[in-house]
């Protein structure tokens, strides 16, 4: 009997036509002798749907063809069945697939995501919705929230909305941070709540994060000049706390003076002013290259 896969795919995610990694997908598919089992996701009752595909087939793996959106769907509608899920990527930005240094190529990715073993990666929960890579408060949240309005997309829509954003830049907010450690209160153009090192543009915001280590940082970006911009795009995160502060911990919880710009894994998810925000250890196997050490 074949061992069943489910494939995944977000036909809208990244604005671009999956028909050529769906082919290849099946191809391939049929050259290991597995049972494939396409869902295109149509934004109605999609975990519903991923649910009743689990239950009928009870695959080991689940193949993700989309962004970060689509994994974090997948994984939410999984949380109680033990699942590998493989990515190819096929978002606008993948973030996580950046994270995990998947290459660039579909012959390669299917390989991992079909094959390749797995590490455990902790989830975040913020305000009770789970977050798998990187969430925002302020400029980032405000620039993805105007990209979604606009007919651009991928990296090139993502630049253009960063110089817009910045140019419309409003006043910083006042954020007041507590948990495990000493409390503070401080001006911010923006607080990352991280699970990881990259965005999907390849800009690394959180040097030290690890994926499976029991623990987020809380990036504060308390200037955001073009300076500071330029080091955090060229890789040369800030060191002056004037500029930069990261926290490292399991929980924490950030209120801010007026409504702010939030969004998470990518989807802006409108304006906060309170964050409840507790690591998820462990929550969701992700097949990775090999070797894995090579990944945190």
């Known amino acids: 009997m074949k061992n069943n896969i489910i494939l995944i795919v977000n036909p809208i995610s990244g604005d671009v036509d999956k028909s050529e990694l769906i082919d290849a997908a099946t191809a ?6 597995l049972n494939l089992v396409i869902y295109n996701t149509s934004g109605i009752s999609d975990s519903d749907n991923i649910k009743v595909l689990y239950n009928t087939y009870t695959p080991q793996r689940i193949i993700v063809a989309g962004g970060d959106g689509t994994i974090k769907m997948v994984a ?17 930005a993948n973030g996580l697939a950046v994270d995990l240094n998947l290459p660039s190529t579909i012959e390669e990715n299917l390989e991992i995501a079909f094959h390749n073993d797995f590490m455990e990666i902790d989830m975040i929960s913020i305000n009770g919705k789970k977050s798998i890579h ?16 606009s007919s651009i997309r991928g ?31 401080c001006e911010a153009r923006m607080i990352v709540i991280a699970n ?31 300076v500071v911009l ?8 800030p060191i002056d706390v004037n500029d930069v502060e990261i926290i490292s911990t399991d929980q924490a919880f950030v209120t801010t003076n007026i409504p702010v710009s939030f969004q998470i894994d990518g989807e802006y998810c409108g304006k906060e002013t309170k964050l409840n925000i507790e690591i998820l250890p462990k929550q969701l196997k992700v097949a990775v290259p090999n070797p894995i050490s090579a990944i945190i």
């Open 155 to 185: 990296k090139w829509g993502y630049a253009l909305q960063t110089v817009s954003t910045l140019i419309d830049l409003e006043d910083p907010f006042i954020a007041t941070i507590t948990g495990d450690f000493p409390t503070i209160e």
């Open 196 to 226: 990881s090192q990259k965005y999907g543009t390849g800009v690394s915001i959180n040097p030290n994060g690890v994926m499976d280590d029991g623990k987020f940082e809380l990036v504060i970006l308390k200037n955001m000049d073009l």
């Open 76 to 92: 939410e509608a999984m949380e109680d069945h033990d699942v590998i899920i493989g990515i190819l990527p096929a978002g606008s």
């Open 230 to 237: 330029g080091k955090i795009i060229t890789g040369n995160m």
């Open 28 to 33: 391939f598919a049929e050259k290991e002798n």
């Open 134 to 149: 990187l969430s925002d408060l302020g400029v980032n949240a405000e620039m993805i929230k105007n990209y979604e309005n």
